[in-house]
Structures are given as structure tokens and as C-alpha cells.
């Protein structure tokens, strides 16, 4: 019901003619054609509503994969977060999106952000149920982690002459 609710409003403000309000929309609802069009016009691919969502989230929520593709092509903020610190990957954790997962991670999401309120991607994605997501989201918090240098022994370099030969006299 609360996506219903959504869409008649995302619709209403674009029908009201904001250009911030047509991107959320056809972002939201996958209309790939006015989503082009809204963005040529140079509307801010990271325009926010009064919650502090941006294209990229609705298209997360609901699954369109062509829509993140091309919110992505035009530079979307990838780790954007809204008031409550959710960001573009939960939102297509939490709807069990895959894809949408696949294409976020792949632009270098943030496999562990965790919202304001100290939920994890993981742990949304453990709530969710989806084991491919869970897969996913486990190898990319994997692969981010920094990789540990080993240490440095003393004397692995030939430390500098500490008595330079003279030059020679003319």
C-alpha cells in the first residue's frame, strides 16, 4: 500500500511540472525515456526530496535495473544517504533486488554502511532472506576490506654510506 500511495504522489508532482519530481518518478516506475529526457534537460541527477531521497533510491526500491544503469551513467551519488541513513544498496536489499544489488556493488557501493540507526547492509540483508544477496553482499564486504601490509623487518635495505668517498682534486 505504501508503494501505491508513492506512485500517485510521485506521479502528481510530475504531472505538476518539477523536474526533480519527473526524475523521481520515472526513475521510481522505470520510464526510461523521460528519465533520459529529465536528465538531459540537466536536472541534478541527485536531486533530494524533503526526506532526503534521490532517483537512484526509488529505482533501488523498486527493481529498476535500467533506471539505476543510467542514474549511474550520469554520475548518481552511489552512497547517498537519506535522513535516516539509507542508502541506495539497503533499499534494493530490503526489496530482494538482485540485480539492482549487483549493479550498486559493481559501481562501488558501500557493502557495509549502516543506517542511522546501526543497521548494516548485512543485517537488512539477513532480514530479507535472499541467500544470493547475502552471498553478494558477504564477497564485496570481503574484497573491501583493506588489505593488510606486512610488516617491515629492520635492515631489508642497504642503509646509505655514512662516509661519501672525497672527490676528486683537480
Not at 41 to 55: I, P
Not at 99 to 121: C, F, M, N, Q
Not at 141 to 147: D, G, V
Amino acid at each position: 500500500m505504501r508503494y501505491v500511495w508513492f506512485l500517485l504522489l510521485t506521479s502528481a508532482l510530475a504531472q505538476a511540472g518539477d523536474p526533480a519530481a519527473e526524475l523521481f518518478a520515472a526513475a521510481s516506475q522505470g520510464r526510461i525515456t523521460q528519465l533520459q529526457s529529465v536528465l538531459a534537460q540537466g536536472v541534478d541527477v541527485d536531486a533530494r526530496t524533503n526526506t532526503g531521497r534521490t532517483a537512484l533510491m526509488a529505482a533501488a526500491s523498486f527493481g529498476n535495473v535500467r533506471s539505476v544503469r543510467l542514474l549511474l551513467s550520469y554520475g548518481a551519488d552511489v552512497n547517498a544517504a537519506d535522513n535516516r541513513g539509507v542508502t541506495p544498496l539497503m533499499d534494493a536489499v530490503v526489496g530482494g533486488w538482485t540485480e539492482v544489488v549487483k549493479e550498486l556493488l559493481a559501481a562501488g557501493a558501500d557493502p557495509t554502511a549502516k543506517d542511522k540507526a546501526g543497521r548494516s547492509v548485512l543485517d537488512k540483508a539477513k532480514q530479507a532472506g535472499n541467500p544470493e544477496i547475502l552471498k553478494l553482499l558477504s564477497q564485496a564486504a570481503e574484497s573491501s576490506k583493506p588489505a593488510e601490509n606486512p610488516p617491515q623487518t629492520e635492515g631489508q635495505s642497504e642503509p646509505a654510506p655514512s662516509n661519501p668517498a672525497p672527490a676528486p682534486s683537480p
